[in-house]
Structures are given as C-alpha cells and as structure tokens.
Nanobody
C-alpha cells in the first residue's frame, strides 16, 4: 500500500514564505496526479493546486501568482512553494495523490495527514 507524508507547515508573518513537501512511500506501481488542498476552520476543503503526471497545473484563483506547485518524480514528492502569504491562507493543508498500486488497475485516492499553516502578525 501507499501513504503520503507531509512536512513544512508552521507559523509565519504576512508576506513571508513557506514550502510544503509531500512524499509518497510504500509499494505501488505509479503516482499519477498530485496536489494540495486546504481547509480553514468552519469552511469546506478546497483545491489549492494540482499537478498532473503530464505536467499540467491548475491553481485556485486566490493563490495564482503567489503559490507554485512542483514535483520530483524520482522521489515521488510534490512541493508547494507559498510566497506572499496572507492571513486568509491560514488553514490545514492536505496533500492528495492518485496512486496506482498494481499495473493495469485503476488508481486510488490518497490523503496526507495534514499540516497546519498559520499566517499571523
């Protein structure tokens, strides 16, 4: 099976930067799309950014121009570089990946444990 392990959250001031990492580990055939979601208190989980295995990206309008998603396929890791952070970016950030465990089977949806990002002065 597979699991996603996140790191990189923390407390920063407005305007500062953070970089989140998420590594897929375990036994699997292929990691397909990888992305980041976030959930603020009292709100639904929302898409932040997604990066397909083909290299296509999609960002939430609220983070365009400030956040950058990237991945290192050699180590099955996705990153989220967050610049010019705002208080409204405060949330628990979750990594998501579609992982194919066995060849010629459908991918399964996996989630990380979540990492807290707090932007406050």
């Amino acid at each position: 099976q597979a699991q996603l392990v996140e790191s990189g959250g923390g407390l920063v001031q407005p305007g500062e930067s953070l970089r989140l990492s998420c590594a897929a580990s375990g036994s699997f055939f292929r990691v397909n799309n990888m992305g980041w979601y976030r959930q603020a208190p009292g709100k639904e989980r929302e898409l932040v950014a997604i990066l397909t295995s083909a290299g296509d990206t999609n960002y939430a309008d609220s983070v365009k121009g400030r956040f950058t998603i990237s991945r290192d396929n050699a180590v099955h890791t996705v990153y989220l570089q967050m610049n010019s952070l705002k208080p409204e970016d405060t949330a628990v950030y979750y990594c998501n990946a579609q992982i194919t465990i066995w060849s010629r089977t459908l991918p399964n949806d996996y989630w990380g444990q979540g990492t807290q990002v707090t932007v406050s002065s």
